[in-house]
């Protein structure tokens, strides 16, 4: 089979980038991507037969390791009833009637195929419910690749923001207000401002897509009032949350009921699937129903419905969070810990199976302190690891993702190549 380095050349003359979602191109630490050939567990094998311990997990779904066999049959078994059928079947249902069970805020949901496609439909729906148009997001948080969401700070707090890619309108940009995360003065200000002009305020409770940073739960419940107060809706984002920090998700975790939710990642159990739902009230403006459109023709798809279904069958077994969790603590402590033995700064945190390591003296709060913490030394880190075998995201602004295959062993695995990676590092 051809060579890591001879397919990256062949792909990038026909795919932009040679890639088909940005950060898989290593573009933050250099190098070659590896072209995966298999995942088996916690482990992901390339095309020259190289193994690696998996933290990426196809950035969040496999919770339950590659390949399962349970979730492998379940497709198996739905493919052959064919592949979609453009009109409604039992699996949805009971799917829809899950997702209600771990999380009670979602009363009514939606099934689609992605969770860009999941957010731009809870931002339409936010706005034709309130008959707004602006809606608030927070610095560094990831809510897919609509327009209305790609969208930076303007100039000044109270100034509605600019495109951050190009190709988003800046009339389209102009309604998107982008504020600093986890802090409070910052959405006081602008409710007090623009209070009854805010459709909604979009956010990650813990952020996934700036590294891992935890919400301040203090800073949450105002958010949360503040939107109670104007008819504002609050909508969480738990496509990377959602039943992975906790079984029902950051909602769990928080004790807070946001009036919608997105979900995406681990439903689809690693097929496209993602969906949104919330307050009954609110979903009935959809339609067939109500004067909001939305539409998919691959949505609720039987083969994706099957592989979620089957994984969240796993998850809500007895323990699977509480193990999943002592896995995680178990990692980011040794990272600590290996970090410590060589001199390195180092600090880490973690929720359930989704963390963050920053090379920095404090936790980050915002977009600002990851962006502050040692790029250098996370770049030679992450070599230093892959060369070990063990893959971690390829970027400093990710979360890492542990899975139930990551056994006792696995982790030690990993423990050890963060060793002599630590002190590859002290020596440099
Ligand atoms: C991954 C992600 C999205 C986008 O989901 P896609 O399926 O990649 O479109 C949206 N929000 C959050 C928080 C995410 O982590």
């Not at 919608?260 to 009954?280: C, T």
């Amino acid at each position: 089979m051809a060579s890591n380095s001879q397919l990256f050349d062949r792909a990038q003359r026909i795919i932009p980038g040679g890639v088909n979602s940005p950060v898989r191109a290593f573009r933050q630490v250099g190098g070659i991507p590896r072209f995966i050939d298999r995942g088996e567990g916690p482990y992901m094998v390339d095309v020259e037969g190289h193994r690696y311990i998996d933290y990426i997990g196809s950035w969040g779904p496999m919770i339950a390791g590659h390949a399962h066999p349970e979730v492998i049959a379940a497709v198996q078994r739905a493919a052959t009833r064919s592949l979609s059928f453009g009109a409604p079947t039992v699996d949805e249902v009971e799917m829809a009637e899950a997702i209600n069970a771990l999380m009670p805020a979602v009363e009514m949901v939606r099934l689609v195929s992605s969770g860009t496609e999941a957010c731009m439909s809870a931002l339409r729906l936010a706005r034709g419910f309130t008959g707004r148009d602006a809606i608030v997001k927070f610095e560094g948080c990831y809510h897919g690749h609509a327009d209305s969401l790609l969208v930076k700070a303007g100039s000044g707090l109270l100034t509605f923001g600019n495109p951050s890619s190009a190709g988003v309108p800046a009339d389209v940009a102009k309604d998107t207000l982008v504020l600093e995360y986890n802090n409070i003065a910052q959405v006081e200000a602008l409710f007090a401002e623009r209070g009854s002009s805010i459709a909604c305020v979009i956010v990650e409770p813990i952020a996934g897509n700036m590294n891992f940073v935890r919400g301040d739960p203090v800073w949450h419940q105002r958010v949360s009032e503040l939107c109670t107060q104007h008819g504002a809706l609050l909508i969480w984002d738990e496509v990377m949350t959602g039943f992975r920090v906790a079984l029902g998700g950051a909602q769990q975790v928080y004790g807070m009921r946001p009036d919608l939710v997105v979900m995406g990642k681990v439903i689809g159990g690693g097929m496209p699937l993602a969906a949104f739902g919330g307050r009954a009230d609110v979903m009935q403006c959809l339609s067939p129903l109500g004067a909001v459109y939305q539409a998919g023709t691959l949505s609720g798809n039987p083969v994706a419905v099957a592989a979620g279904m089957t994984q969240i069958r796993l998850i809500r077994q007895e323990g699977f969070h509480s193990r999943l969790a002592a896995s995680t603590r178990a990692l980011m402590q040794g990272f600590e810990q290996a970090a410590a033995r060589h001199g390195v700064t180092l600090r880490t945190d973690c929720e359930g199976g989704m963390f963050g390591f920053y090379f920095s003296e404090t936790l980050p709060r915002s977009y600002p302190d990851v962006a502050r913490a040692d790029l250098e030394a996370f770049k030679r880190f992450f070599h230093a690891m892959l060369d070990r075998g063990v893959y971690l995201a390829p970027s400093m602004f990710e979360a890492g993702f542990v899975s139930a295959a990551h056994d006792d062993a696995v982790i030690a695995a990993t423990l050890e190549a963060a060793d002599a990676a630590f002190a590859s590092l002290a020596r440099a």
